[in-house]
């Protein structure tokens, strides 16, 4: 069944790193296959290098600027930047601003958040 969410309705819920937001998951209802976020990377802070054997992600950003790493490289982005990374590639994205957050839209598939973390060389 098809559903329309307002994603200012949903709260954010606190990270070490910042704050997220479920908007579409089977938990939420509507969803098998996918898992939508909205989540914001404090300013100065970043997600630290993790992998997520079994699921694939895309990141879309709306506003501020960072970095994302993986394995073998990086890449600042900013507003309107898309980042896909493959099941089982290490990756960590890092808020490079000092006033403003990183805010992305961040879509899962499958929707589960096994995520590994991987020690810094």
Known sequence: MSKVVKVDEIPFESVEWGRTKEVISPQS???????VKVTEYLPGHEHDLHVHPDQE??????????????????QEVGPG???FIPAGEAHANVNSSDTEPL????????PDD???KVKKQ
């Open 114 to 116: 096994r995520e590994v």
């Open 81 to 83: 930047c898309v980042i």
């Open 29 to 35: 209802g509507g969803s098998r296959n996918v898992k």
């Open 57 to 74: 992600e895309v990141i879309f950003v709306l506003s501020g600027k960072g970095t994302t790493h993986w394995e073998g490289g990086k």
């Open 103 to 110: 805010r992305v839209i961040v879509i899962k598939s499958p």
